[in-house]
Nanobody, 119 residues
């Protein structure tokens, strides 16, 4: 059974920091690309940051220079360090694991963790 369990969300003031973690089980973590997405009510889920199984990263323009994604394959965990937080970063943050195998995409989601940034 695949599980992605996010933690580290919470309430923080503008300019503060949070570190999200996503612990994976039931998958071979090292062969999956990992991503963090976020969603606010009434809007589509959007990609925040992505790290490939090789360690390459990409970020949404809105978080570049403030957020850092990293992974620890020994701990089956992906992290999102969020600095200089803004009220517009308020959302539910979801962890995603994805791999391509024989032209089929295997994709898994966590349950989400709430991040609230107060002004």
């Amino acid at each position: 059974q695949v599980q992605l369990v996010e933690s580290g969300g919470g309430l923080v003031q503008t300019g503060g920091s949070l570190r999200l973690s996503c612990a994976a089980s039931g998958i071979i973590f090292s062969i999956h690309d990992m991503g963090w997405y976020r969603q606010v009510p009434g809007k589509q889920r959007e990609l925040v940051a992505f790290i490939t199984r090789f360690g390459s990263t990409m970020y949404a323009d809105s978080v570049k220079g403030r957020f850092t994604i990293s992974r620890d394959n020994a701990k089956n965990t992906v992290y999102l360090q969020m600095n200089s937080l803004k009220p517009e970063d308020t959302a539910v943050y979801y962890c995603n694991a994805r791999r391509l195998d024989s032209a089929r995409v295997y994709e898994y989601w966590g349950q989400g963790t709430q991040v609230t940034v107060s002004s």
